[in-house]
């Protein structure tokens, strides 16, 4: 059984930088294997350790009204998703501790309520649970989490324009654990033929990868794009060229 998965790069033209690895207007490079990559329609392994899971409400304006809609959440050590419901299998919204600064804080209201923020966004997401005790498990839950992620240490920015809580994103050197034969990277390049080519072909990627993974050797990307043709890399090296 192999699990499919798109992943999205972003490659700055003739340099080669994965542009949204870095994050807008970051200086100092991502070097592998902590670049981030955007993971695209992927199931979390069954192996993962979920610390907490069940319904709460998100708070949301429609037409000017409150509104409060029911999520089914789980929580991972490094993430929380939401789904529309417990069935779904692709995620409405999904924070990542390890690419966000998050700062979490319980509010004094007549329903069990805490509050999401992200060091750079302007969103302010704000949860109900149905009652105290269940309000305490999740923020017991969280506290610890956000406080000690890698985005919290390092005051990692989110980009909203981004949509960075659609997203799931994942270190490059996770890929070791989680590839397997067959696995699709679609990739977006800067180059004036790669957007003709999206453009005729009415597609979001002009360039795709596949992944190989051998037990010997390890992880390597078999890559077709317009400027080299077919070209086999390692994974390492796939990533760091892309971050040149």
Known sequence: FVRFYQVKL????GMGMMKGMMGEEKK?????PNAPLNIFNWAPPQFEQELIKGELKVHKKVLGMDKWVPLFCVLYPNRIVFYKAEQDRT????FNFGF???DLKLL???TPQFELTALGSKKVWTFQATNQQWLNSWFNAL???IDNSFGRKNYLNA????KWWKHNKIKAGQMYNLASNGDVILMTTDSMTAGVARKTNQCEFDSVALIMSFQ???????EVNSDVGVNLLTWADFVNKAQK
């Open 28 to 32: 100092k490079k991502t070097v592998f």
């Open 10 to 13: 972003m490659l700055k033209k």
């Open 216 to 222: 010997n050797y390890g992880l390597f990307v078999l």
């Open 100 to 102: 966000l600064c998050l």
């Open 159 to 162: 980009n909203d324009k981004e």
């Open 91 to 94: 995620p409405k919204y999904i």
């Open 108 to 110: 004094q209201k007549d």
């Open 143 to 145: 506290k610890p989490l």
